[in-house]
């Protein structure tokens, strides 16, 4: 079945540090693929997506691009903040089923000043 | 309300209680879905309606767990004879889409529900 691993956390950084939150998948055909971000207090947010091989997609400084080579859809960041701390979760969305998000486990990022 | 609206934000209960738990999609999103998370354990979807049938319940962990949604709108998760092993955090989502691939899903506040 299909299947989303992210790299453990706590991820800590300090800020203006290059982030890389590494996720890699399993699935059948060609899902699309998310990042979430969950700040603390907050609901889960779209962070961004891509929906084919190649696709990068971006938001907030923030970037990942949809590997079909490696089935990877890697974040990262050139200059992390103070702000940008909270959990980050990948997900797929992949065909022919009900259109459920799989996630992965969450990586939390701590950026300290 | 503009976002996806869950009550109670908050919610302790005895074992062996039943507890409801309330979902209010945002309004002409067709598509909802409820999951689960737990410490350290990511989020375990649960179950996934579009308008008021559900295809697919194949996250539900056991007959304790059912859900419904009428009028294509509200979803009620029901879990019966709570455990302790029920404490979590239940997340609703909707989005205007269910199978298009690409669609964005909005996700509540969540409820945190302690069972003790």
């Known amino acids: 079945g299909n299947s989303v691993t992210q790299m453990e956390g706590p991820v800590t950084l300090s800020e203006e540090a290059f982030l890389t939150i590494n996720c890699t998948y399993t699935?059948?055909?060609?899902?699309?693929l998310f990042w979430y971000v969950q700040y603390p207090g907050e609901g889960l947010q779209l962070l961004l997506k891509a929906t084919k091989a190649d696709d990068k997609g971006s938001n907030k400084g923030f970037e990942a691009t949809y590997r079909k080579e490696t089935t990877s859809f890697h974040l990262e960041k050139g200059s992390v903040q103070v702000s940008d701390s909270a959990v980050y979760f990948c997900?797929?969305?992949?065909?022919?089923?009900?259109?459920?998000?799989?996630f992965g486990q969450g990586t939390t990022l701590q950026v300290k000043p | 309300g503009a976002g996806v609206s869950q009550s109670p934000s908050n919610k302790v209960t005895e074992k062996g209680k039943d507890v409801e738990l309330r979902c209010d999609p945002i309004s002409g999103h067709t598509a909802l879905y409820w999951y689960r998370q737990s410490l350290g354990q990511g989020l375990e979807f649960l179950i996934y309606f579009q308008g008021n049938s559900a295809p697919d319940k194949s996250g539900l962990p056991s007959d304790r767990f059912s859900a419904e949604r009428t009028g294509g709108s509200v979803s009620t998760l029901t879990i019966q004879r709570t455990q302790q092993e029920d404490s979590a955090v239940y997340l609703c989502?909707?989005?205007?889409?269910?199978?298009?691939?690409?669609?964005?899903?909005?996700f509540g506040q969540g409820t945190r529900l302690t069972v003790v």
């Open positions: 989502a909707s989005s205007l889409l269910g199978q298009a691939m690409n669609t964005e899903a909005f």
């Open positions: 997900a797929l969305r992949g065909t022919g089923n009900t259109g459920k998000l799989i």
């Open positions: 699935a059948t055909g060609y899902p699309s």
